[in-house]
């Protein structure tokens, strides 16, 4: 690659990797404003209202709260009751439960509201319309 020939008086300022990639050329006379000041920060909004939006932006948050559902079936139903679970996943707002014990499923199958309102409870919001034991 052949150098760059400038003409006179016309400076070269080096090449910033990030920003650009020809450099910026200085004619005599030529004025060079600094980068303008960081916009205002009373628009800025926090974390958490960002989070959140990008959740609303992508309809997300039905797919969150399942997912919440599941990860929280240890913490409702207890050690016990997770040692005898082989699978647990939602499904167009059931949740389907598989236990490796009999009488616990008997026992479940006649709770099976209470335990829909527990696990409702802990996500904060109605998620789980129907219980379904395997």
């Given at each position: 690659?052949?150098?760059?020939?400038?003409?006179?008086?016309?400076?070269?300022?080096?090449?910033?990797?990030?920003?650009?990639?020809?450099p910026?050329?200085?004619?005599?006379?030529?004025?060079?404003?600094?980068?303008?000041?960081?916009?205002?920060?009373?628009?800025?909004?926090?974390?958490?209202?960002?989070?959140?939006?990008?959740?609303?932006?992508?309809?997300?948050?039905?797919?969150?709260?399942?997912?919440?559902?599941?990860?929280?079936?240890?913490?409702?139903?207890?050690?016990?009751?997770?040692?005898?679970?082989?699978?647990?996943?939602?499904?167009?707002?059931?949740?389907?439960?598989?236990?490796?014990?009999?009488?616990?499923?008997?026992?479940?199958?006649m709770?099976?509201?209470?335990?829909?309102?527990?696990?409702?409870?802990?996500?904060?919001?109605?998620v789980?319309?129907?219980?379904?034991?395997?």
């Open positions: 690659m052949e150098p760059l020939h400038l003409p006179s008086g016309v400076q070269a300022l080096p090449l910033l990797p990030q920003k650009r990639a020809f910026l050329l200085l004619w005599p006379g030529c004025i060079v404003k600094k980068p303008s000041s960081p916009p205002s920060r009373s628009g800025d909004i926090s974390l958490k209202e960002g989070l959140e939006a990008l959740v609303r932006a992508y309809r997300l948050q039905g797919k969150l709260n399942e997912v919440t559902v599941v990860s929280s079936w240890e913490r409702v139903m207890g050690k016990a009751v997770a040692l005898k679970t082989q699978e647990v996943y939602v499904n167009q707002g059931r949740l389907f439960v598989r236990l490796t014990s009999a009488p616990l499923k008997h026992e479940l199958v709770a099976k509201t209470r335990v829909a309102e527990l696990i409702n409870a802990e996500v904060g919001e109605t789980i319309k129907e219980v379904i034991f395997l």
